[in-house]
């Protein structure tokens, strides 16, 4: 397990010309740790976790990852054109992987494995944005940054994603999660509220 936190942001402002989205945001988080990040439309969630991965730079403030993250956006970036299949490859390439053992697994677990051979384009909405969590998760990093992760997901697949979180908690993994479903809350071992650009945190387990 890695020394000190995966993931430490302090003091970081942004603004968006006069309107300012976070004002001195702080957030810590260890491995072995299953974070939420809530708060209401538009306070700035996503903008925290483009931050917190290296997308975006702050006005001001500290970013520091322990590894390089993991990532799913909100909305999925797949191409339409290549199947699913052709994203693992094309992703394996990217990330150096030796095989696609874990991938394959993670496709089996979210239930998509009959569209093997489908083109994104032909997804679902819910079934690309499984794909968009594969392809986030198939290296198996140290710390995974998910920006409501399972949107589209049906009543099971929903579970099953928890299911797989709190495994890769137990196993040393920091999961960061924006949610903004309340019967999400359970899951978390800190929350971590978004109110006028700062975060308050609340510790519940």
């Known amino acids: 397990m890695a020394e000190g936190p995966q993931l430490h942001l302090s003091a970081v402002h942004k603004a968006y010309g006069r309107r300012s989205v976070l004002r001195g ?13 809530v708060g209401e439309n538009g306070s700035g969630k996503s903008t925290l976790l483009r931050i917190a991965v290296g997308q975006l730079a702050p006005d001001h403030g500290t970013v520091r990852c322990g590894s390089p993250p993991g990532y799913c956006p909100q909305q999925a970036v797949v191409n339409d054109m290549l199947t699913v299949a052709q994203h693992l490859r094309l992703f394996q390439v990217a990330y150096r992987l030796p095989q696609l053992r874990y991938a394959w697994q993670l496709v089996d677990l979210l239930g998509f494995q009959d569209e093997r051979r489908t083109r994104a384009g032909e997804l679902s909405g819910g079934t690309r944005q499984k794909l968009n969590l594969t392809l986030a998760l198939m290296h198996d990093p140290p710390l995974l940054v998910l920006d409501e992760p399972y949107q ?12 797989l979180a709190i495994r890769l908690r137990d196993r040393g993994r920091s999961v960061v999660v924006v949610s903004h479903l309340l019967h999400d809350l359970q899951h978390f071992d800190t929350v971590h509220h978004l109110r006028e650009g700062r975060l308050h945190r609340e510790v519940t387990r």
Do not use: I, K, S, Y
């Open 25 to 37: 945001a702080d957030l810590t988080v260890e491995p072995g740790t299953l974070a939420g990040v």
């Open 152 to 163: 589209g997901f049906d009543w099971d697949t929903h579970q099953r994603f928890w299911d």
